[in-house]
């Protein structure tokens, strides 16, 4: 039996507070994300029609009030998780999601954005070189939002283009880890490594690489 109070087991215990953090961010974004990766994934699923448009519509108005909202309260989650310790984060992401609805103009515009690349990466898959430049594209944005996210949670830069100038290389490297985990997430459709590693681990890598604030060792 593990003495909790030794090395070993404050190791332990300090290793079931981080798995913790990470699992309760990820289930709040989860939680109110799922009905936008069912949308996202029917989407996928259909052709060009009335019907695509309709469910694309839909799709950019959840993503706007859903996904990038959580989107910052992630990162203002993992914020407060490095600055104050490892605890449940499930009732303060849901407070940050609420007070980042406040940046309607924002969460719309960006949401709009990530419809139009959605639909311009469906309309040239057939197009092996404007494909590729919308892709490009694509990653370019997810740059932004993955830089306007941090910013926005953080403060610690006074606006995106000193973190694109300070931190290109690591955020390129954020913006391909999650890449990777979303793609697994469309791969295997809403199976269980969907939850466990949708967004609160490369959220966590991603502020560790961009510099954000670390006042607590877990």
Same mark, same amino acid.
């Given at each position: 039996?593990?003495?909790?109070?030794?090395?070993?087991?404050?190791?332990?215990?300090?290793? *079931?507070?981080?798995?913790?953090?990470?699992?309760?961010?990820?289930?709040?974004? &989860?939680?109110?994300?799922?009905?936008?990766?069912?949308?996202?994934?029917?989407?996928?699923?259909?052709?060009?029609?009335?019907?695509?448009?309709?469910?694309? &519509?839909?799709?950019?108005?959840?993503?706007?009030?859903?996904?990038?909202?959580?989107?910052?309260?992630?990162?203002?989650?993992?914020?407060?998780?490095?600055?104050?310790?490892? !605890?449940?984060?499930?009732?303060?992401?849901?407070?940050?999601?609420?007070? &980042?609805?406040?940046?309607?103009?924002?969460?719309?515009?960006? *949401?709009?954005?990530? #419809?139009?690349?959605?639909?311009?990466?469906?309309?040239? !898959? *057939?197009?092996?070189?404007?494909?590729?430049?919308?892709?490009?594209?694509?990653? !370019?944005?997810?740059?932004?939002? !993955?830089?306007?996210?941090?910013?926005?949670?953080?403060?610690?830069?006074?606006?995106?283009?000193?973190?694109?100038?300070?931190?290109?290389?690591?955020?390129?490297?954020?913006?391909?880890? &999650?890449?990777?985990?979303?793609?697994?997430?469309?791969?295997?459709?809403?199976?269980?490594?969907?939850?466990?590693?949708?967004? #609160?681990?490369?959220?966590?890598?991603?502020?560790?690489?961009?510099? *954000?604030?670390?006042?607590?060792?877990?």
């Amino acid at each position: 039996m593990i003495n909790l109070k030794s090395k070993n087991g404050q190791r332990l215990i300090a290793s *079931g507070n981080w798995l913790m953090s990470l699992f309760t961010i990820n289930f709040a974004f &989860f939680l109110i994300n799922f009905s936008v990766i069912l949308t996202a994934i029917i989407l996928f699923n259909l052709k060009f029609s009335m019907i695509y448009n309709i469910v694309l &519509f839909i799709l950019w108005l959840m993503i706007s009030v859903f996904t990038i909202p959580g989107l910052i309260a992630s990162f203002a989650s993992v914020q407060e998780w490095q600055v104050n310790g490892s !605890v449940g984060f499930f009732k303060y992401f849901f407070k940050k999601w609420f007070d &980042f609805l406040k940046n309607y103009r924002l969460n719309f515009g960006l *949401g709009l954005l990530a #419809s139009m690349f959605i639909l311009l990466n469906k309309f040239t !898959v *057939g197009d092996p070189q404007w494909h590729m430049a919308v892709l490009i594209f694509t990653f !370019v944005y997810c740059m932004v939002l !993955v830089a306007t996210s941090f910013q926005i949670a953080t403060g610690k830069y006074e606006n995106i283009l000193t973190l694109f100038v300070e931190k290109p290389f690591p955020l390129i490297l954020s913006v391909i880890v &999650f890449s990777i985990l979303i793609l697994m997430n469309f791969v295997l459709q809403l199976a269980f490594l969907s939850v466990i590693c949708s967004v #609160s681990l490369p959220t966590y890598l991603s502020y560790r690489l961009l510099g *954000g604030q670390v006042a607590k060792k877990d």
